[in-house]
């Protein structure tokens, strides 16, 4: 019987633009109205994060109206504020807190985020006058942060980082001091779009050497802002992965954000021979892209990510790797030493989990080399609690023929919560996963 998928879906919506939404809400204030925001895990704990600072945000729901007071609701909180497992929600509200005169707090996370490069952010920050404290291991969580009237950042990157240029435009919102960036590889732009949306005067210029200079001027009127959250492309790709891997059929997903600065595995999936069609393009929260997706099953060609490719997919690699194990031939991801301080160290979580399965694999310091194959995959993964990590294999457990066993299927609720019951959605046999291990 062939391997028939089908259906309509809308995927979680776009957890980066979830979480610069809501501290872009903190800080401005006016009516607010957010249609369609992440409910998930990570955007929950910047949510408390900024409701142990004062702000007046509202539970998480599928419309939201309000009156955000703004900055003037702002206080030292007297507990720590946990981030979780949220790296966006720890370094971004780095940024804000470290601006804002007055205010003093901890950051912390979980046993996860704890072990995530923190100076990334600090040092430019601290470069700019920030009073941030290690309290434990080095470049790592707890920080203490005692806000303060920054001088004007210039930062140049030598790595491509939407979170380092995020909080530092955030840092520069909070302080009324002038930014300017550059990244040697245009990354996502949300923090922009929305900057813009809401009145921020904020320019960016591309240069002849491929980089990009984002700057922001203080003193814009600031507004409120007013739209639809688009759907998460790095959410959706797990079930284009799906779709792409079956022998027939058609599926649409839809409200999917489209912002050029995410579509790169959009672009390296149709060069490989995928059939993949935008339909109804429109605008959602801050002028943020959005289309629906129709994506058919299609005879695909190995992969071969480049170091120029990775600061556009970086949250797409644990889906594309999944989709090279069921395409015949060699694949090769290299450039991509970034995972390894992820959620986890996701490249050696996949070259574990690949091994477990019988899947040929060589591990590098920044990437793998596996062969792909059509034979059933058996086996127990372990999901080393990274919510990609799980749906990457997920994928994987619902080609019909494998039989896999995922060790934390619950993990997936980080960024998608209805992963399981989206994944079973699509047609075909039943999800192989039985649960703990």
Same mark, same amino acid.
């Not at 985020?113 to 920030?130: I, K, N, T, Y």
């Not at 694949?331 to 574990?352: F, I, P």
């Given at each position: 019987?062939?391997?028939?998928?089908?259906?309509?879906?809308?995927?979680?919506?776009?957890?980066?633009?979830?979480?610069?939404?809501?501290?872009?809400?903190?800080?401005?204030?006016?009516?607010?109205?957010?249609?369609?925001?992440?409910?998930?895990?990570?955007?929950?704990?910047?949510?408390?994060?900024?409701?142990?600072?004062?702000?007046?945000?509202?539970?998480?729901?599928?419309?939201?109206?309000?009156?955000?007071?703004?900055?003037?609701?702002?206080?030292?909180?007297?507990?720590?504020?946990?981030?979780?497992?949220?790296?966006?929600?720890?370094?971004?509200?780095?940024?804000?807190?470290?601006?804002?005169?007055?205010?003093?707090?901890?950051?912390?996370?979980?046993?996860?985020?704890?072990?995530?490069?923190?100076?990334?952010?600090?040092?430019?920050?601290?470069?700019?006058?920030?009073?941030?404290?290690?309290?434990?291991?080095?470049?790592?969580?707890?920080?203490?942060?005692?806000?303060?009237?920054?001088?004007?950042?210039?930062?140049?990157?030598?790595?491509?980082?939407?979170?380092?240029?995020?909080?530092?435009?955030?840092?520069?919102?909070?302080?009324?001091?002038?930014? $300017?960036?550059?990244?040697?590889? =245009? /990354? !996502?732009?949300?923090?922009?779009? #929305? %900057? *813009?949306?809401? +009145? @921020?005067?904020?320019?960016?210029?591309?240069?002849?050497?491929?980089?990009?200079?984002?700057?922001?001027?203080?003193?814009?009127?600031?507004?409120?802002?007013?739209?639809?959250?688009?759907?998460?492309?790095?959410?959706?790709?797990?079930?284009?992965?799906?779709?792409?891997?079956?022998?027939?059929?058609?599926?649409?997903? $839809?409200?999917?954000?489209?912002? =050029? /600065? !995410?579509?790169?595995?959009?672009? #390296? %999936? *149709?060069?490989? +021979? @995928?059939?993949?069609?935008?339909?109804?393009?429109?605008?959602?929260?801050?002028?943020?892209?959005?289309?629906?997706?129709?994506?058919?099953?299609?005879?695909?060609?190995?992969?071969?990510?480049?170091?120029?490719?990775?600061?556009?997919?970086?949250?797409?690699?644990?889906?594309?790797?999944?989709?090279?194990?069921?395409?015949?031939?060699?694949?090769?991801?290299?450039?991509?030493?970034?995972?390894?301080?992820?959620?986890?160290?996701?490249? @050696?979580?996949?070259?574990?989990?690949?091994?477990?399965?019988?899947?040929?694999?060589?591990?590098?310091?920044?990437?793998?080399?596996?062969?792909?194959?059509?034979?059933?995959?058996?086996?127990?993964?372990?999901?080393?609690?990274?919510?990609?990590?799980?749906?990457?294999?997920?994928?994987?457990?619902?080609?019909?023929?494998?039989?896999?066993?995922?060790?934390?299927?619950?993990?997936?609720?980080?960024?998608?919560?209805?992963?399981?019951? @989206?994944?079973?959605?699509?047609?075909?046999?039943?999800?192989?996963?039985?649960?703990?291990?």
């Amino acid at each position: 019987m062939p391997d028939r998928v089908g259906g309509r879906w809308r995927v979680p919506s776009d957890k980066s633009i979830t979480h610069r939404a809501l501290l872009l809400a903190a800080a401005i204030p006016g009516r607010w109205s957010l249609e369609a925001p992440l409910r998930a895990a990570d955007t929950e704990s910047t949510a408390a994060t900024l409701r142990r600072l004062g702000s007046a945000l509202p539970s998480l729901a599928d419309r939201m109206e309000w009156v955000s007071p703004g900055w003037a609701a702002w206080r030292s909180p007297h507990d720590v504020l946990d981030c979780g497992n949220s790296g966006t929600t720890a370094r971004l509200v780095l940024g804000l807190l470290a601006g804002r005169p007055g205010i003093e707090a901890t950051l912390t996370g979980d046993a996860s985020l704890r072990r995530r490069p923190m100076r990334r952010v600090a040092e430019p920050l601290r470069g700019a006058g920030a009073d941030i404290e290690e309290l434990g291991e080095p470049d790592r969580l707890p920080l203490r942060v005692r806000g303060t009237a920054l001088r004007p950042i210039a930062y140049v990157s030598s790595v491509a980082s939407a979170q380092v240029k995020s909080a530092l435009l955030l840092a520069g919102l909070a302080s009324h001091a002038r930014v $300017e960036v550059y990244e040697p590889t =245009p /990354t !996502r732009d949300h923090t922009e779009r #929305l %900057l *813009r949306a809401a +009145g @921020a005067r904020l320019t960016c210029e591309p240069d002849a050497r491929g980089g990009v200079r984002v700057a922001f001027e203080p003193g814009g009127a600031l507004q409120p802002l007013a739209g639809h959250v688009p759907g998460d492309l790095s959410s959706a790709m797990f079930l284009i992965v799906r779709a792409l891997l079956a022998d027939e059929g058609e599926v649409v997903l $839809e409200d999917v954000g489209i912002n =050029p /600065t !995410r579509t790169a595995a959009l672009q #390296l %999936l *149709r060069r490989l +021979g @995928a059939d993949i069609e935008v339909r109804n393009p429109r605008d959602g929260l801050g002028h943020e892209p959005m289309a629906d997706l129709v994506v058919r099953p299609s005879a695909l060609r190995p992969l071969a990510i480049e170091p120029s490719d990775v600061p556009g997919l970086i949250d797409e690699l644990p889906a594309l790797v999944a989709l090279g194990v069921r395409v015949p031939g060699e694949h090769v991801l290299r450039g991509a030493a970034e995972l390894r301080v992820k959620e986890s160290d996701r490249l @050696a979580a996949l070259a574990t989990n690949l091994r477990r399965l019988g899947v040929e694999v060589e591990e590098y310091s920044d990437g793998l080399r596996w062969q792909g194959t059509r034979r059933a995959l058996r086996g127990r993964v372990e999901a080393f609690g990274d919510h990609r990590i799980a749906m990457a294999f997920g994928v994987l457990a619902a080609v019909p023929g494998n039989d896999l066993c995922i060790d934390e299927p619950d993990v997936v609720a980080i960024s998608f919560p209805s992963f399981w019951e @989206a994944l079973h959605g699509l047609g075909g046999p039943a999800v192989g996963v039985r649960g703990r291990a």
